[in-house]
C-alpha cells in the first residue's frame, strides 16, 4: 500500500509569488491534514480536510488556503509568499480524521522561500 | 534536506540503555495522544498513541505513560539501539465540538542521540 505522496518535494519561490503543493493521501484515507515545520516554530496544524470540507482550520493567515478533491487527494496554496514562509510542509492523511486514527504522514514538500 | 529540529533539547544515551523522553501538554481536554519519530529528511512517523482513558500503553520496545494529573506523557524505548537516532515528538489531539473535527498540537520535539 503506497504511502502518503507530496509534491514537488523540493522548491524555490521568490516573495510575493505563490506556491501550490500537491498531497496524494494513502488508498481509502479520506482525511487529509496540512502542517508547517520550522526550526522556529515547531510542528504547526494548518487545516484538514475531510470530504472535499475544510473541517478545521490552525492560526494561520488567509495567505494559507487548501482544497480536497473527490478522489481525497488534497492541495495547498500559500499566496503573496514571505521569507518566513520557508518551511517544511506536510501532508498527512487518515481515514476519517485526526481523532482516535493513525495518522500518516507524507516526506512533505521543502519551500524555500528568496 | 535541511534539519528542521536545529535549536531541540538533546537526550543522549548509551546504546543499550532505556530511554525516556518527556512531554508537557498543554490542554485538559485533550483526549488522544501519540508519539512520533522524525529522521533528518523524512516526515513523522507513528511510534505509539494513547487514550485518556489509558494511562500506560506497550508497544514493541517503547512504553508510553500518561499522567493526567499533571499533563504529563512520556515515551520509554527500552535497550536503545542506533537506529532509534531522531526527533521524538508527542502531540495532543483536541476535539473542538464539533462532529469529528479536533485540533492537533505538537510538542517541540526532543533529538535522542545514541553513544556507541
Known amino acids: 500500500k503506497a504511502g502518503v505522496t507530496q509534491t514537488p518535494r523540493y522548491l524555490i519561490k521568490t516573495r510575493g509569488q505563490q506556491v501550490t503543493l500537491s498531497c496524494s493521501p494513502i488508498s481509502g484515507h479520506r482525511s487529509v491534514s496540512w502542517y508547517q515545520q520550522t526550526p522556529g516554530q515547531g510542528l504547526q496544524f494548518l487545516f484538514e480536510?475531510?470530504?472535499?470540507?475544510?473541517?478545521n482550520k490552525g492560526n494561520f493567515p488567509g495567505r494559507f488556503s487548501g482544497r480536497q478533491f473527490s478522489n481525497s487527494r488534497s492541495e495547498m496554496n500559500v499566496s503573496t509568499l514571505e521569507l518566513g514562509d520557508s518551511a517544511l510542509y506536510l501532508c498527512?492523511?487518515?481515514?476519517?480524521?485526526?481523532?482516535?486514527?493513525?495518522?500518516?504522514f507524507g516526506e512533505g514538500s521543502w519551500l524555500t522561500v528568496v | 534536506g535541511e534539519s528542521v529540529g536545529l535549536h531541540l533539547p538533546t537526550l543522549s544515551v548509551q546504546e543499550g540503555d532505556n530511554s525516556i523522553i518527556n512531554c508537557a501538554y498543554s490542554n485538559s481536554a485533550s483526549d488522544y495522544f501519540i508519539w512520533y519519530k522524525q529522521e533528518s529528511g523524512k516526515g513523522p512517523q507513528f511510534i505509539i498513541d494513547?487514550?485518556?482513558?489509558?494511562d500506560k500503553r506497550q508497544g514493541q520496545r517503547v512504553t508510553v505513560l500518561l499522567n493526567k494529573t499533571v499533563k504529563h506523557l512520556s515515551l520509554q524505548i527500552a535497550a536503545t539501539q542506533p537506529g532509534d537516532s531522531a526527533v521524538y515528538f508527542c502531540?495532543?489531539?483536541?476535539?473542538?465540538?464539533?462532529?469529528?473535527?479536533?485540533?492537533?498540537?505538537f510538542g517541540s520535539g526532543t533529538r535522542l542521540s545514541i553513544r556507541p
Open positions: 494513547i487514550r485518556s482513558n489509558m
Open positions: 480536510y475531510f470530504s472535499e470540507t475544510q473541517r
Open positions: 502531540a495532543e489531539i483536541i476535539p473542538t465540538g464539533y462532529s469529528s473535527a479536533s485540533k492537533i498540537i
Open positions: 498527512a492523511s487518515s481515514q476519517t480524521g485526526l481523532q482516535g486514527n493513525t495518522i500518516y
